[in-house]
């Protein structure tokens, strides 16, 4: 099944993407993850994503399209994929369109923007492994300290109350016109993001089966 993960920075489509990777064995591709990842090895891409990020502003459609055609060729694609943050313009939704990716499923998880700045500033993730914790609904063992590896907890800089202002404002800017992209190729599937994590990963994949 090939996937794509629709919704607003801080909707879930992260903690969601893991439950349905594990659940139909795909991997999922977060562009986001990439980006970091390169911005941590201080790559040429890394640096120059830098000034987007940490704005909370896009990066060119032109890096993430080159990012997204890169990783769909490697053998772990073969049976299907989560695109999780991308497309998020029409543009990149035209490469991918353009690069005869058949999309089976886009999912829109949908979470007022009151939410989205509550549960993003309250954010905390593993400066080691990346992984995700919430200062109220996710909190690690022990304070600031991953449970997983160890690491120190940290808020990411795009992850600050004036920047998820920014990026919320870009999402419906540019972003949210894809619902209607993927509405009229009839692909679009509408979650709506509950209080509990575990009742939005039930809807989810009761999505995946409609
Ligand atoms: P995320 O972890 O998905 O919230 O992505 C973090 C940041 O990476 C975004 O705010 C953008 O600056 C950049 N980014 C990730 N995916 C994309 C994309 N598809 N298009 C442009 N920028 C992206």
């Given at each position: ?5 629709l ?33 941590k ?24 399209i ?39 499923k ?62 919320l ?7 949210e ?34």
């Open positions: 099944m090939k996937l794509i993960l919704g607003a920075p801080g909707a879930g489509k992260g903690t969601q993407a893991e439950v349905i990777s594990e659940h139909l064995s795909i991997p999922t591709i977060s562009t986001g993850n990439i980006i970091r990842a390169a911005l090895a201080q790559t040429e891409m890394g640096i120059k994503a830098k000034e987007f990020i940490d704005k909370g502003l896009l990066v060119p459609d032109d890096v993430v080159g990012i997204v055609k890169e990783r769909l060729k490697e053998d772990d694609c073969k049976n299907g994929f989560i695109l999780d943050g991308f497309p998020r313009t029409v543009p990149q939704a035209q490469a991918l369109d353009e690069m005869g990716v058949e999309i089976d886009v999912i829109d998880i949908q979470v007022p923007d009151e939410k989205i700045v509550q549960r993003l500033s309250g954010r905390r993730v593993c400066g080691g492994c990346g992984a995700s914790y919430h200062l109220l609904y996710k909190k690690p063992e022990k304070d600031g300290v991953c449970n997983l590896c160890g690491a120190q907890l940290v808020q990411r800089v795009d992850d600050k109350e004036e920047t998820i202002l920014e990026r404002k870009i999402y419906h800017e540019q972003t016109p894809l619902v209607e992209f993927y509405k009229a190729k009839n692909k679009l599937t509408v979650v709506e993001g509950q209080e509990e994590v575990a009742d939005t990963t039930a809807l989810t994949l009761k999505a995946l089966e409609d």
